[in-house]
């Protein structure tokens, strides 16, 4: 059974996307152990609880320092020892110390094609207002394993959307979710929980 921790900062779909699917069988093999959020406030504590996940709340902002933040957060997620460490919407930089001590175990779902659209300061809905002011006709998302970098380790699966006339970056980042982020990101836990990856 794969140990899942989940990582998100907002409103959680794709947290909740993984819940279904894991309830309705398409994910098997694999559980969430936990969600860590650095927003109190994030909805997706509360979907968490809905299903009687554990939600923890970590934040930078508790910390007198960065440094401090990192060392604790990395000393928790050791403490909790998950298989597969899933950042689902996370904004916070994943400390090098997390990566080292987790190697090949840590997943991210990106909201564009990658290489575009990502890197430093590319997140939620910047990320459709920049391939929307680019003109790109195709974009998607991205699950991947997560290094030292910003969206820069090794790529899992992409799926891609076609941009529609007269998107705004609202409907787009709605279609990519639905189309390829929410289909995506269980897909990966599948397949890393039943050894295909
Ligand atoms: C998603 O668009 C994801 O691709 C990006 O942040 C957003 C998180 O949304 N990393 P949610 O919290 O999963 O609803």
Known sequence: MLKVVVCVSGGGTNLQAIID??????????EIKAVISNNAGAKALDRAAKHGIEGICFSPKTFESREAFNEAFTAKMKELAPDLIVLAGFLVKIPGAMVEAFPGKIINIHPSLIPSFCGVGYYGLK?????????VK?????????????DTGP??????????????????????????????????????????I
């Open 127 to 135: 990320v459709h207002e920049k391939a929307l002011e680019r003109g």
């Open 155 to 196: 790529i899992i699966a992409q799926k891609a959307v076609y941009v529609q006339p007269g998107d705004t970056p609202e409907v787009l980042q709605r279609r990519v979710m639905e189309e390829a982020e929410w289909i995506l990101l269980p897909q990966a836990i599948d397949d890393i929980a039943n050894g295909r």
């Open 138 to 150: 195709v974009t998607g998302a991205t699950v991947h394993f997560v290094d030292g970098g910003m």
């Open 21 to 30: 699917a894991i309830e309705a069988g398409k994910v098997t093999n694999a």
